[in-house]
């Protein structure tokens, strides 16, 4: 069994509603240590073995694979965990604006409310990231022909005595 087959079933562990507050409450703990020792450091790239990296983190294996899948779609390369093994070499090479807003995305607060993130990124780079992600989630509709625009097929002729008459 891989490690990240280990962490997606302990995630998906069925628990009490109770049990799973405190799972969630501990792994976001942990998360967020992790993230800020990455934020703390932003020009550092973290490299080397799954294992030696958990270590380095303070985490066990199966948690770091956790910490590994939320930061991964962050990665300059993100890396296939599918096939990672301790012994597996890594570099975290992150992207630190595509983090920041997966940390939107995610609704983590707790991690982009962070205030190292004052230290890497400005305040105008932030509320372009923050508008960005708010586009991101907005529905847009298709623009319809009015009866008065040119018709959409390319005739030239107005979209009311053209293809409007087909419909």
């Known amino acids: ?29 942990v998360e967020q240590t992790g993230y800020e020792k990455i934020l703390d450091q932003p020009k ?3 490299s080397g073995t799954v294992a030696e990296l958990a270590k380095e983190f303070d985490m066990d294996l199966t948690t770091f694979m956790g910490f590994l899948d939320g ?8 890396l296939n965990l599918e ?10 090479n992150i992207d630190y604006k595509k983090l920041y807003f997966n940390m939107l995305e995610a609704k983590a607060d707790w991690l982009y409310n962070l205030p ?19 586009l991101s989630k907005q529905a847009v509709s298709a623009k ?14 107005k979209y009311k005595q053209c293809c409007m008459l087909d419909d």
């Open 71 to 78: 930061i991964n779609s962050s990665l300059k390369k993100e």
């Open 116 to 134: 190292q993130w004052n230290d890497i990124l400005s305040e105008t780079e932030i509320r372009e990231i923050t508008k960005n992600w708010r």
């Open 83 to 92: 096939k990672l093994t301790e012994a597996s070499e890594i570099k975290l």
């Open 1 to 29: 069994m891989t490690i990240y087959k280990n962490w997606k079933d302990l995630a998906g562990t069925q628990r009490t509603p109770e049990d799973e507050k405190t799972f969630w409450t501990d792994y976001y703990g």
């Open 44 to 46: 550092k790239v973290y």
């Open 144 to 157: 319809k022909a009015g009866k008065n625009d040119p018709c959409p097929c390319g005739s030239g002729r």
